[in-house]
C-alpha cells in the first residue's frame, strides 16, 4: 500500500509557493529581507515554518537543543515573524516593540496582519541582531565544552 504524501512543503521556496495572494508576495518580499540581512543564516523547512540558521541551547537543568536563529510562518489571520534570541537582557523582539505599533510582540514571535504594518527597516535590524546573538552564543558553548 502506498503512503500518502505529505501536504506539508519539502523547502522554503515550495512553502511560499502554495500561500494565496497576497500572503505569497508577502512572505516572498520577507524572505528575500531576510536572506540579505543575514546571508549565512540558511532557510530550511523546520515543520511548517521556515527557519533561518540554527543555535544550540543548553539550559542550567541540563536540557538542549538546536532551534532556528529567525523564523517566518503564515498563519490563518497574521504572519508571524520570529526573532529567537535574547541580548542578554531581553528577547530582541522584545526590545523593538515600541518601533512596531501595528504589531503584536510577545517575547520573540512578532504577529501582523499585512507587510504594510511592519517598518521592514526594523526587521532587517532584528535579523541582523539575532544572527550576532547566535554567533556570540555558539563562541560561549565553544568555551564550555
Known sequence: MR???SKQAQTPPGYIEKLP???????????RL??????????RMWGEMIGYG???YRYA????GDWFVIGLSSRRNYISFYGCLSDGRQYIAEKHK???????????CIRFKKLADVDLGVLARIVKENEAAAKKLAKLLAKST
Open 61 to 64: 537543568t541540563g536540557r538542549e
Open 98 to 108: 515600541q518601533e512596531l505599533p501595528k504589531a503584536s510582540i510577545g517575547r520573540s
Open 21 to 31: 495572494e497576497p500572503r505569497r508576495s508577502e512572505l516572498r518580499q520577507l524572505h
Open 34 to 43: 531576510i536572506t540579505k540581512a543575514a546571508p549565512h543564516l540558511k532557510p
Open 54 to 56: 540554527s543555535y544550540h
Open 3 to 5: 503512503k500518502p504524501q
